[in-house]
């Protein structure tokens, strides 16, 4: 089991940048692979990036390929997402995720509670 808390949303022009970070607890942190998804309004939930257990590669979502990074900082059980070059239609509620075997594009097995980002035209 793990406990995922998002952290960073907020408000930004588009063209800005914010980084999330998701801060696991629970079971050892690199036992999963860690991954974002995001669901804007009336939209289902999507997947936006992902990271293999102890590096192992990066998946990115093609809306966000070039612009988003994900990294991870096991001394500190925290993922991140780093977030460039914003458009209106990054504006979304940005959910964690931890995978506990396979990476897939359309569900986790852990999930952490949203955070907001509103990017403004």
């Known amino acids: 089991q793990v406990q995922l808390v998002e952290s960073g949303g907020g408000l930004v022009q588009a063209g800005g940048s914010l980084r999330l970070s998701c801060a696991a607890s629970?079971?050892?942190?690199?036992?999963?692979?860690m991954g974002w998804f995001r669901q804007a309004p009336g939209k289902e939930r999507a997947f936006v990036a992902a990271s293999s257990k102890n590096g192992g590669g990066t998946y990115y979502s093609d809306s966000v390929k070039g612009r988003f990074t994900i990294s991870s900082d096991n001394a500190k059980n925290t993922v991140y997402l780093h977030m460039n070059s914003l458009k209106p239609e990054d504006t979304a509620v940005y959910y964690c995720?931890?995978?506990?075997?396979?990476?897939?594009?359309?569900?986790?097995?852990?999930w952490g509670q949203g955070t907001q980002v509103t990017v403004s035209s």
């Open positions: 995720a931890a995978y506990r075997v396979v990476i897939t594009t359309d569900k986790a097995d852990y």
């Open positions: 629970g079971r050892t942190f690199s036992s999963y692979a």
